[in-house]
């Protein structure tokens, strides 16, 4: 189809509210899908997502509404921008609106806690015969909402799919990759947080910048043996949705889950703080690969930081304890 596109966005929290201005931006129509009708409300008529995106003005062309079945009729393409453990949920709903045709862009980074599924995995369970890609790298939602430029990839098994989603979801402050690596994009967003709560606990913890370096470089490591063993080529992992998500996400405190782990590593309260995918994705990644048998201690000290069952102390007592081995096995 040429021409602009109507854009269905279901979730109206940061990402959804940055990936919705950006449809505008890049011609096409967008609605938000919000489960609150108050923060409906809001988007549409005070042009400021007060909760999730405060302080950004949003285009007032942007509406959104608290009724999915509206905001997927006639949608030509639907992302999906909802915490990784509701999409399941949230896809379910739109189940019964949704044409069979459309697209559905996921845009969560994590895997299922219950279930160890990818969201391309919930997705084809939830909407079976729908078209399914994921959208995934380095953006946080405040630089993308505020016009800052950066690049992500698109991919879908259907490595045409992808094509015509990158070209489409493209705008002037996102550059759209393709790729036909779908499990590879997923792994790399969803294992980036994790790690991300890492690197905010070493630094948290006062031990310095050489450690947290240290710490992203055998967290890459374990990235890439996960994401191996689930058929992922490295050459994606390498790219914007792997490397380059994990270098934004473990460097700076804009990032909720680095945020949260330098929370964990200075002693303080984590109580209240903004979603952390990788608290949700670390055990069930920590459980997944164990039974791969795949090594991931850094997985793992996070997973036993976040279960109560070791103090970031003594995480990385023992991670610097480990027995020495040679870096490339
Ligand atoms: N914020 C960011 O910079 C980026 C976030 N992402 C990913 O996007 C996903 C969503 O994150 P954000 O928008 O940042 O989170 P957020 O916390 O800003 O917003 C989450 C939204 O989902 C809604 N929600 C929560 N529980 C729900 C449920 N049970 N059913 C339906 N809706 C529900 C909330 O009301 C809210 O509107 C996450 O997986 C995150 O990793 C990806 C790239 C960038
Ligand atoms: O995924 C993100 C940037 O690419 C956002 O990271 P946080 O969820 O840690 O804020």
Not at 42 to 71: C, F, K, Q, S, W
Not at 257 to 272: D, K, M, Q
């Amino acid at each position: 189809m040429n021409g602009p596109w109507t854009i269905a966005v279901l979730g109206a929290g940061a990402w959804g509210t940055a990936l919705a201005l950006t449809a505008l931006r890049a011609g096409h129509r967008a609605t938000l899908w919000a489960r609150r009708a108050d923060l409906a409300h809001d988007i549409t008529h005070t042009h400021e997502n007060r909760r999730y995106l405060p302080g950004i003005a949003l285009n007032p062309r942007l509406a959104a509404l608290d009724d999915m079945a509206a905001v997927l009729s006639g949608a030509d393409c639907v992302l999906a921008a909802v915490p990784a453990q509701n999409l399941r949920d949230v896809l379910a709903t739109a189940s019964a609106t949704l044409a069979r045709d459309v697209p559905v862009v996921l845009c969560a980074k994590g895997i299922e806690r219950g279930t160890g599924r990818l969201m391309s995995q919930v997705a084809a369970e939830t909407l079976p015969g729908n078209p399914i890609a994921a959208l995934s790298g380095p953006s946080f939602a405040s630089d993308v909402a505020s016009g800052l430029p950066t690049a992500v990839t698109v991919a879908s098994q259907d490595g045409a799919l992808a094509a015509e989603l990158a070209a489409r979801l493209s705008a002037p402050n996102l550059r759209c990759y393709s790729s036909d690596d779908l499990i590879g994009v997923e792994i790399g967003g969803a294992l980036k947080n994790v790690l991300a709560i890492a690197a905010g606990a070493t630094s948290g913890a006062g031990l310095g910048a050489s450690a947290v370096a240290a710490m992203i470089t055998r967290g890459f490591v374990e990235l890439r043996r996960v994401g191996v063993a689930f058929g992922a080529r490295p050459e994606t992992l390498m790219g914007l949705s792997g490397l380059g998500d994990l270098i934004l996400t473990c460097s700076s405190a804009q990032s909720r889950n680095f945020s949260y782990g330098l929370a964990l590593g200075r002693g303080e309260s984590v109580e209240g703080l903004p979603l952390a995918e990788g608290v949700f994705t670390a055990g069930i990644a920590a459980q997944i690969a164990r039974e791969k048998g795949i090594e991931t201690p850094i997985i793992d000290a996070v997973t036993g930081i976040l279960e109560g069952r070791l103090t970031v102390e003594a995480a990385m007592q023992a991670l610097l304890a480990r027995p020495l081995k040679n870096e490339a096995s």
